[in-house]
């Protein structure tokens, strides 16, 4: 138990330090500075291992498939087109797997998580859960996408759209993506506040890059998900 629980004080606070050095990045420099390339994958690598440590143990290898799933659409999508659109990954986000970074997965494994276990908080019915959690999905990613796509650098579309040069079809992706999972993949968690926690700061952290860069619409969308977060957890919060 004492090992274990080194382990994870080792895991986190490691991550808080990637956090506050990846926003200062941004939000201070301007840019990663020089030799910080292993940052960003390693961040997202991170924020899926506490995922997963802090899960509840029957959950944990629906989160993993959840990734594995979301790791194969970006495949798809990255050498056909669907069901995203046409985009290309950079070099930031190295290793990768035919062409799609590995940190790609994790991400999916990540917000997977948060979005199951703030839904089971919800009293919605399977069919409706699942909607709702793939409409949470698709916001999330219109949080990210605009500075993943910009100021990060990680990927880039190759023919525009209407939400910061992000074409619709992304977003329908997301959604469809998202409602499979959300419908294959629907076992309930035990109510733990980790994978909460990491979903939330990985909302937090781009939401205080949009803001610190002038991202003005994804900034707003990343604090509607903050005060949707709040409101869940005081609307369904354990009666004593």
Not at 146 to 164: D, E, H, N
Request: charged share 10%.
């Amino acid at each position: 138990m004492k090992a274990a629980r080194s382990v994870n004080i080792a895991l986190v606070v490691a991550y808080a330090v990637l956090w506050a050095g990846g926003v200062a990045s941004y939000v201070v420099l301007g840019a990663p500075p020089a030799g910080s390339g292993w940052t960003a994958p390693a961040f997202l690598f991170l924020a899926a291992a506490l995922a997963i440590r802090f899960s509840d143990p029957r959950h944990r290898l629906a989160l993993v498939v959840a990734g594995i799933v979301g790791l194969l659409a970006e495949v798809i999508g990255l050498k056909s087109g669907f069901p995203f659109g046409h985009y290309t990954y950079t070099a930031v986000l190295r290793p990768t797997v035919l062409g799609v970074p590995l940190a790609i997965g994790c991400a999916w494994l990540v917000l997977f998580a948060y979005v199951q276990q703030m839904l089971w908080r919800m009293r919605f019915g399977r069919r409706w859960r699942a909607v709702a959690g793939a409409a949470w999905m698709v916001a999330i990613d219109l949080l990210i996408d605009p500075l993943a796509a910009g100021p990060l650098g990680f990927w880039t579309w190759s023919a525009g759209g209407w939400y910061y040069g992000i074409p619709a079809t992304n977003f329908a992706g997301w959604f469809a993506v998202s409602l499979v999972l959300m419908l294959a993949l629907s076992v309930r968690p035990m109510p733990t506040a980790g994978p909460a926690g990491v979903g939330l700061s990985i909302i937090a952290f781009f939401t205080a890059i949009a803001l610190g860069v002038g991202v003005w619409g994804a900034a707003l969308v990343g604090v509607l998900l903050c005060l949707l977060h709040l409101a869940v957890l005081l609307r369904y919060a354990p009666r004593m």
